[in-house]
Nanobody
Framework: QVQLVESGGGLVQAGGSLRISCAVS????????IGWYRQAPGKERELVAT???????NYADSVKGRFTISRDNAKTTAYLQMNSLKPDDTAVYYC????????????WGKGTLVTVSS
């Protein structure tokens, strides 16, 4: 059974930092692209960052220079380090994995809430 469990969310002041994690089980982690997405109240879910099986990264313009995505294949865990947080970063953050070759193999976590106070 595939499981993605996000953790590390919480309340932080503007300008602060937070690291959230996504622990993955039930798949061959190293063969999946990992993505972090977020959904703010009343808004659509949007892509934040991705890291491929080959460690190539991609970021939304809104978080470039502030967020860093990483993966630890030995721990089958992905991370999102968030610095210089802004109130606009407030959202539920979701982890998604997609197989590097079989693109219909997609799995989502249930999310972790990040709240940035002004």
């Amino acid at each position: 059974q595939v499981q993605l469990v996000e953790s590390g969310g919480g309340l932080v002041q503007a300008g602060g930092s937070l690291r959230i994690s996504c622990a993955v089980s039930g798949v061959t982690f190293s063969t999946y692209t990992i993505g972090w997405y977020r959904q703010a109240p009343g808004k659509e879910r949007e892509l934040v960052a991705t890291v491929s099986s080959g460690d190539s990264t991609n970021y939304a313009d809104s978080v470039k220079g502030r967020f860093t995505i990483s993966r630890d294949n030995a721990k089958t865990t992905a991370y999102l380090q968030m610095n210089s947080l802004k109130p606009d970063d407030t959202a539920v953050y979701y982890c998604k994995v997609v197989h590097q070759r079989y693109y219909d193999m997609i799995y989502w976590g249930k999310g972790t809430l990040v709240t940035v106070s002004s």
